[in-house]
């Protein structure tokens, strides 16, 4: 059963603070992609990566930065965490463009309150 | 103008109505198309794909897509209390990415 699991279900931090999001896949996907998702305006991609090492900006890449150090594991970064960044986080991942039609597995989410 | 429209519900029927949820779209460089459907307090699942204008069908779901006039509708049969989640109509193209509608909140009441 492929799977795409997120680090934590559940975040409250407190403005300013460093927060990491990590993400794990085990369908040895080349590409993983992080999105918030708010009421009203859906699944807004914040960035993806198609490698190890190698990232790319989304739509709403502002205030945060992710790491890529091995192919299973896409990590994103708040580095000074805010009130307007509480949302709900989405990790997901795909395969090459001509597998199961660009189709992406979803984790579970992250909902992060920041107070 | 967003790439992708669709429609923001919520949507609320009774059991056993014909739900229509739709999508709008700009790109015509859109090869894929795709239903996701996202459950309460769960991501979101891939339903449906198709490249191609006309119907597919799979059960109870039938996903329409209209390449001129950059129209995608899913219909749901029979709806049930468990199709009550949220649907996301999504297009991709020769990228790795796919660009996601804000999603329709559906209700089905028993």
């Known amino acids: 059963d492929v799977k795409v699991t997120q680090s934590s279900r559940y975040l409250v931090k407190r403005t300013g603070e460093k927060v990491f999001l990590e993400c794990v896949q085990d369908?040895?996907?080349?590409?993983m992609f992080w999105y918030r998702q708010d009421p009203g305006l859906g699944l807004r991609l914040i960035y993806f990566s198609y490698d190890v090492k190698m990232k790319e900006k989304g739509d709403i890449p502002e205030g945060y930065s992710v790491s890529r150090e091995k192919k299973e594991r896409f990590s994103l970064i708040l580095e000074s965490a805010s009130t307007n960044q509480t949302s709900m986080y989405l990790c997901a991942s795909s395969g090459r463009i001509y597998q199961r039609n660009n189709e992406q597995f979803f984790g579970p989410g992250t909902r992060l309150t920041v107070l | 103008q967003k790439e992708v429209e669709q429609d923001p519900g919520p949507l609320s029927v009774p059991e056993g109505a014909i739900v229509s949820l739709n999508c709008t779209y700009s790109n015509s460089a859109f090869q894929y198309f795709m239903w996701y459907r996202q459950y309460s307090r769960k991501g979101p699942e891939l339903l449906m794909y198709t490249y191609s204008s006309g119907n597919k069908e799979d059960g109870r779901f039938t996903a329409q897509v209209d390449k001129s006039s950059k129209y995608i509708s899913l219909f749901i049969r029979d709806s049930q209390p468990s199709d009550s989640a949220t649907y996301h109509c999504a297009e991709g193209g020769a990228t790795n990415k796919l660009i996601f509608g804000t999603g329709t909140l559906l209700a089905v009441q028993p």
């Open positions: 369908m040895d996907h080349e590409n």
